[in-house]
């Protein structure tokens, strides 16, 4: 009797240590998996905020013609109209984020990743982006013209 | 009865790759238990050492950029804006250090024990190539983040690889990737340290491993003529690995403990025209052949100096490598003296000019 | 009692003979009447009064009873022309333009000479001449440029302290001006120096009084020298820049001088203890202002009052102009407040410290500036000091704690390089107080803020990371003895179990 007792004794104190090993084998893999998994995220760098760019004088651009500009970290595109007017739209595609591009031959604002197409005001009109583009402010003043960031 | 999930797991597996006769030849892997039971731990410390290397220098890889305007930046950017990555960085330095003083533990150990004897020789072979490969990973590493002293030194050790006749200066143009260390030196050394070294340490390191497995632990010469009864062994499983996991945990604690209060320094960025610091010295698994060399007098006889120091240490060096060879006696189960003499000699030779390399500044 | 008479005739004769008689020219002794024959023929034979023989009988030379012999050699008793020009006796006839110089220096640089015609003017005046500017060769390279007779004249020589001396004090301008005006005679020497001299000079107070017969003011030789005339560029002339202030105070400086005209005496003793006098004098920057900079050199005048904005500006520009398009411009002029002078002084310009701005009991701004409501400035000037304090203070508290953080070895490179620029941005702010426009300035402010925030933020960062470290291996290595003594304890129980 007394040595069954003393088995099981033994036994619930093995299987405590072993509780408590498991335990600590846990604190201790989180002790390594969570500065690993830290390091691993890339680091923040500061961004400068951008809130205008000013891209030349108005007769740089040709009309009915597209570019890519830099606005900060974002790449917009700036097109001419075929009567001189200048717009600007955010130029990730809505759909996987490729640069779209303006074609004159179509007349319309296209990505040629999965044949994404827009019109002159950023509707998506064809293709598999969802959502139209983002729209930039234009302002021109003494013969050069400006993009502004979109006021929300 | 219900069978748990690993049993479960166990038999799948088993049922496709025979494990039982695995788990029989482990059950049956033992450590003699005597006196110098101890020094059988030096191999474990050296292989976890080796593995916290891998694993540091694969996380340095994420964010090191191998090249002459990029490379010191790269490092201060790892110490101070990765997240964690002062420790990364130290680790990897302190463990580069302990991994080889743990080495030389190990193989003096193992020369004192006379492990190398018959029919150990090729472990003590691998085992000797692994040394000097984990010193050539130790000299390629320490250029990469291209400071001062890291400059210095690599141009130092490459101008004494100049000096061997016929060849030195083919092995310098080779190591340095050119006349003097530039960029080009640290292209070469960076491949060398993250992709040829490791594919060689590995291979060797198999090789050692497995014939470690196939050959069982050494037993001391003592037990020559002792019944197979009256040898005290522990059991490998679970003893023996479980006293070895506590040791590597308490030398992953000494690593934390070290880059956290003693972190890494970073001097100076490299400049190829600024003079040699003051004190510029290798580290110290080099020390002592750098100080021997310092005092041979520049012509001795009709040799240049320095060309004897190498030669020296060459012939010594192969000499200690081919130690399974030229102890005849010890296989005849006679004690050799000499092995032990020779042994304290070097270890004395190499300890105090280690300190006086340190001590004239 | 004719003891008394042949002393008198011996000391006659000793007098007579104890002159210093040169065998080649007969130089008379003051006491004795000399004979002059030379005029019998000369004076005769000349048209009119500006012949030398007509003008020699003014000079005073003539008048110390020296013959043209004294001059020109020759025997000045004999009659005969012959006898009279003699080589023999010493006759050079006109000496050369290159030459004529020694025949002055004979007596003028021997002070025996001279005292012996009871002469007491110094005898230096070769020595200086040599030395000086003047005396280089022309470009014919053999006479000097100008010599004795170039200022003094000749034939007609009066004393200086006569009026009717070239060189008297309100004949020299003119005299210096016929060279030093003529641009094609200087374009010879130094195209680069300027020939407005006179000109200026007759709109400074000093020429104008110069022109009404004042000889207590300064005249060109008052400030460059008579014969030892210097470059400016030299350091020994008395216009060098680091010695114009002296100059300027040999009669700034008297008192009894300057009460005559009504003006301070003590502008010297303020500005040696200037920003400027300091510079000038112990940094021995030669571009600090000196009296001349700010008053002009030629024509000397004080600045208008509407006009020391722009004086000031010449080296002060960015303050000058934010001055000049601030409130205080038209309230200074308006009050008759002398701009930049009103709170910097004139002379005795200090080091202005931080004390100036706001409302303190050593600002100046609350000399105008009263405590009431309407008084909107007096609320500026003390919100303007507030800020630029509170600038400060961020300051030091961002370095200190910069200072603690790399004291604990954490990398704060970044941060220490970016709160560098705060000393700037406090020397911009000091500028923009010129303007009196609180946007301005609590801009500029703004921009430092943003700084000692950031490197405020960075330094607490650090400290945070470095117990955060400690903490963190601190936990980490509770869990690995914590794992070390269960694992321990699990091998007991193997041992126990064999």
């Known amino acids: ?152 | ?361 | 009692m004719y003891k008394y008479f042949i002393s008198l005739i011996i000391s006659l004769l000793i007098i007579n003979f104890s002159s210093a008689k040169t065998k080649k020219n007969f130089i008379p002794n003051a006491s004795q009447q000399t004979v002059n024959e030379c005029l019998t023929c000369h004076f005769d034979n000349e048209d009119g009064n500006g012949e030398p023989a007509h003008l020699f009988k003014k000079d005073i030379h003539f008048n110390k009873g020296i013959t043209c012999a004294g001059c020109h050699g020759g025997d000045p008793t004999k009659d005969d022309m012959d006898e009279a020009m003699d080589k023999n006796k010493g006759y050079i006839g006109v000496p050369s333009k290159a030459e004529r110089y020694k025949v002055c220096i004979k007596c003028h640089s021997d002070s025996k000479k001279m005292k012996s015609f009871g002469s007491n003017i110094p005898t230096d005046q070769f020595e200086k001449l040599k030395g000086s500017i003047h005396f280089t060769k022309s470009i014919n390279a053999s006479t000097p440029i100008a010599d004795c007779i170039t200022c003094h004249s000749v034939h007609n020589i009066a004393s200086v302290k006569d009026p009717r001396s070239t060189v008297y004090p309100t004949k020299i301008p003119k005299l210096c001006k016929s060279c030093h005006s003529n641009a094609s005679f200087m374009k010879q020497y130094n195209p680069s120096l300027s020939i407005d001299q006179y000109e200026k000079y007759r709109t400074s107070v000093h020429g104008k009084q110069n022109a009404k017969g004042d000889i207590n003011v300064a005249e060109c030789a008052s400030c460059h020298g008579n014969h030892d005339i210097l470059s400016v560029k030299n350091s020994k002339s008395p216009v060098y820049p680091s010695n114009v202030p002296q100059l300027c105070s040999t009669c700034h400086s008297d008192k009894n001088l300057m009460d005559k005209y009504k003006l301070p005496h003590d502008q010297y003793e303020n500005y040696k203890n200037s920003v400027h006098g300091n510079a000038l004098f112990v940094k021995q920057d030669l571009s600090a202002p000196a009296c001349n900079d700010c008053h002009g050199n030629h024509g000397a005048v004080p600045p208008g009052l509407e006009s020391i904005t722009n004086v000031c500006g010449t080296c002060h520009a960015f303050n000058a102009e934010l001055f000049a398009k601030s409130p205080h411009k038209k309230a200074f002029d308006k009050l008759n407040y002398p701009e930049c002078i009103t709170c910097h002084s004139n002379h005795k310009i200090l080091h202005a410290t931080d004390q100036l701005l706001g409302v303190g009991k050593d600002s100046k701004c609350i000399q105008c500036h009263k405590n009431n409501t309407n008084d909107k400035g007096y609320l500026i000037a003390g919100e303007m000091k507030s800020l630029f304090d509170s600038l400060k203070i961020a300051d030091s508290v961002s370095t200190e704690l910069l200072k603690d953080a790399s004291l604990k070895g954490m990398d704060i490179s970044e941060a220490e390089y970016s709160i560098k620029q705060i000393k700037q941005i406090l020397i911009q702010a000091r500028t923009i107080t010129h303007l009196a426009d609180i946007k301005e300035f609590k801009d500029k402010l703004d921009e430092g803020f943003v700084i000692t925030n950031k490197t405020k933020q960075a330094a607490l960062d650090a400290i945070d990371e470095y117990y955060f470290r400690r903490y963190g291996l601190g936990i980490a290595t509770i869990i690995i003895t914590f794992l070390v003594i269960v694992l321990y304890l699990k091998t007991k129980k193997f041992e126990k179990k064999k």
């Not at chain 1, 004159?104 to 064809?126: E, F, K, T, V």
């Not at chain 2, 049993?7 to 033992?30: G, P, V």
């Not at chain 2, 014939?211 to 005290?232: D, Y």
């Not at chain 2, 060399?293 to 060459?314: D, H, N, Q, R, S």
Request: charged share 20%.
């Open chain 1, 1 to 152: 009797m007394v040595e069954k007792e003393k088995k099981e004794g033994k036994k619930s104190r093995r299987d405590f240590l072993n509780i408590l090993l498991s335990g600590g084998f846990i604190a201790w893999l989180g002790a390594v998996i969570y500065p690993l998994i830290s390091y691993l995220r890339p680091p923040q760098i500061e961004v400068v905020k951008v809130n205008s760019v000013n891209i030349g004088k108005v007769t740089n651009m040709e009309k009915d013609s597209g570019k890519i500009i830099k606005f900060g970290n974002d790449p917009v595109i700036v097109i001419r109209l075929a009567d001189g007017e200048y717009r600007a739209f955010s130029a990730s595609c809505t759909h996987l984020d490729c640069i779209v591009q303006y074609r004159q031959d179509y007349g319309q604002i296209y990505c040629a990743c999965h044949n994404g197409r827009y019109d002159l005001h950023g509707r998506n009109i064809s293709g598999p982006p969802p959502a139209p583009l983002a729209k930039y402010e234009i302002a021109i003043k003494n013969d050069e013209v400006t993009v502004y960031k979109p006021s929300v």
């Open chain 2, 1 to 361: 009865m219900k069978e748990s999930i690993t049993k479960k797991i166990f038999n799948a597996l088993n049922e496709r790759f025979q494990l039982d006769n695995l788990i029989s030849f482990l059950k049956h892997k033992s450590v003699p238990k005597y006196r110098n039971t101890i020094w059988y731990y030096f191999g474990g410390i050296s292989l976890l050492l080796f593995i916290v290397q891998v694993t540091t220098g694969i996380l340095l890889i994420m964010y090191y950029k191998g090249s002459e305007d990029l490379a010191y930046e790269s490092i201060k950017f790892i110490n101070t804006k990765v997240s964690f990555g002062w420790l990364i960085r130290s680790i990897h330095s302190w463990s580069a250090n302990l991994m080889i003083l743990a080495i030389f533990i190990h193989m003096f150990s193992v020369y004192f024990l006379k492990a190398f004897r018959k029919p150990r020789e090729l472990t003590w072979y691998t085992g000797v190539i692994l040394l000097f490969l984990s010193m050539g990973f130790g000299f390629s590493g320490y250029l990469l983040p291209w400071d001062e002293l890291a400059f210095f030194a690599t141009k130092v050790g490459t101008d004494i690889a100049g000096q061997l006749p016929l060849v030195g200066d083919f092995l310098l143009k080779l190591l340095r990737g050119g006349e003097d260390v530039t960029g080009a030196t640290l292209s070469r050394f960076f491949g060398l340290h993250v992709a040829l070294l490791p594919g060689i340490f590995v291979v060797f390191l198999t090789m050692h491993l497995i014939v470690i497995q196939r050959q069982g632990m050494s037993e001391p010469e003592e037990w020559k003529n002792k019944k197979e009864s009256e040898k005290e062994t522990i059991p490998f499983f679970p003893n023996f690995a479980v006293h070895d996991l506590l040791i590597w945990l308490i030398v992953i604690n000494i690593l934390a403990i070290l880059a956290t209060f003693f972190p890494w320094e970073l001097g100076p960025k490299a400049d190829a025209f600024a003079s040699a610091p003051v004190g510029i010295k290798p580290e110290w698994y080099f020390l002592f052949m750098f100080q021997t060399l310092k005092y041979i007098p520049a012509k001795v006889w009709f040799i240049e100096g320095e060309l004897l120091g190498i030669f020296t240490f060459g012939l010594a060096g192969l000499l200690w490598v081919l130690v399974p060879f030229w102890d005849s006696k010890t296989p005849k189960g006679k004690k050799n003296k000499i092995i032990n003499y020779v042994g304290i000699f070097v270890i004395s030779f190499i300890i105090i000019f280690t300190i006086i390399g340190y001590l004239l500044d």
